[in-house]
């Protein structure tokens, strides 16, 4: 289940000493909450852009929880829990900048 590499994910971040550990975790419970109960090798990159979308309001925030989702996969990956890597295969989203003085 995809609560397992979540797991995975915050046990390596918290390892790392990352700064950012608040925001990792509390991204970490809403992919959770939403993902969780889906087995890992069921997720595609179909369905991760589709929750994504759902999700995500910007791009920004498109970006960052595809980041924190290919994280949770690699560490899965690095564990031997999953074989692919579905958040690869999701582009990211171009942000589009506000033009100032305009």
């Known amino acids: ?14 390892n790392q000493k990352h700064k950012d550990l608040r925001t990792y ?24 852009e589709s929750w994504l979308s759902d999700h995500c309001r910007t791009s920004a925030t498109f970006n960052r929880y595809k980041a924190l989702v290919s994280l949770a996969y690699r560490q899965g990956i690095r564990n031997k829990k999953v074989t692919v890597n579905p958040a690869r295969l999701v582009p990211q989203r171009r942000n589009r900048r506000a033009a100032y003085g305009s």
Do not use: F, K, W, Y
């Open 1 to 14: 289940m995809i609560n397992d590499l979540v797991d995975l994910m915050l046990e390596h971040v918290r």
């Open 25 to 48: 975790e509390s991204r970490g419970e809403i992919v959770r909450r939403e993902l969780g109960s889906r087995d890992v090798e069921a997720l595609t990159p179909q369905g991760l």
